[in-house]
């Protein structure tokens, strides 16, 4: 199952390969660059295929915990002054997506979209300290019922150039369910309550949708 913002890039390169290997069997010899040409598309498109799966999830619906909203390395746990929104000190949890991961962003949990934003920004690498402020990102806040306002943010790495957000405000999130995704090599952070008692620990991998990143 594939994600719907790969579609064009996967026809495109579908087309690409196609020409690409008809070009070489009619015009191009020996017989071993042929095959050298078939076996480099095949190989690239290949890759292009898997960064936009979309695996089906079963999510474990909860109101008392907070799932990973996407697949990856937990990369960061700290305390940090979080300014955009909240204005007051915040439990940051950031998840590292390489680009073999899947790129599909999940609600962390059940509520209220009160917040959503995009800032334009660089493509410094995902886990240079400086992405999450001056990176393009985007910033989502779900209001829930046992952990209140939640702060989750997209960010760009070096070499995502697009980040696609489904969140506006006022829709009704559901845990697990797709909110958007990040083309290339990103990262997401959390910004949650001081209090919370988290089940992750660092180099953790997650799976969005799946892992518990925190219980009540």
């Known amino acids: 199952?594939?994600?719907?913002?790969?579609?064009?890039?996967?026809?495109?390169s579908l087309l690409a390969f196609i020409i690409i290997n008809m070009i070489s069997y009619n015009f191009i010899n020996p017989?071993?660059?042929?095959?050298?040409?078939?076996?480099?598309?095949?190989?690239?498109?290949?890759?292009?295929?898997?960064?936009?799966?979309?695996?089906?999830?079963?999510?474990?619906?909860?109101?008392?915990?907070?799932?990973?909203?996407?697949?990856?390395?937990?990369?960061v746990i700290e305390?940090?002054?979080?300014?955009?929104?909240?204005?007051?000190?915040?439990?940051?949890?950031?998840?590292?997506?390489?680009?073999?991961?899947?790129?599909?962003?999940?609600?962390?949990v059940n509520g209220i979209v009160t917040y959503s934003k995009y800032h334009a920004g660089k493509y410094l690498v995902a886990w240079h300290p400086k992405s999450s402020e001056e990176n393009e990102r985007t910033t989502v806040v779900v209001k829930s019922n046992q952990f209140g306002e939640i702060l989750y943010r997209q960010v760009a790495g070096a070499l995502a150039k697009r980040i696609v957000n489904y969140a506006k405000v006022g829709d009704k999130a559901k845990q697990g369910e797709d909110s958007g995704f990040i083309k290339f090599g990103s990262r997401v952070d959390l910004y949650l309550p001081l209090k919370t008692k988290l089940n992750?620990?660092?180099?953790?991998?997650?799976?969005?949708?799946?892992?518990?990143?925190?219980?009540n």
């Not at 979080?82 to 962003?105: A, C, D, G, W």
């Open 200 to 215: 992750v620990k660092l180099n953790q991998k997650v799976k969005g949708g799946v892992s518990i990143i925190a219980k």
């Open 1 to 12: 199952m594939f994600h719907k913002e790969g579609y064009r890039i996967l026809g495109f």
């Open 79 to 108: 305390e940090v002054f979080e300014k955009e929104y909240f204005n007051e000190k915040r439990l940051q949890v950031s998840v590292f997506m390489s680009p073999i991961n899947v790129h599909v962003t999940r609600y962390p």
């Open 31 to 75: 017989l071993w660059l042929q095959s050298t040409i078939l076996i480099v598309t095949a190989v690239f498109f290949l890759l292009i295929v898997q960064f936009f799966r979309n695996p089906k999830r079963k999510t474990v619906v909860s109101d008392s915990s907070i799932v990973s909203p996407v697949d990856g390395k937990v990369v």
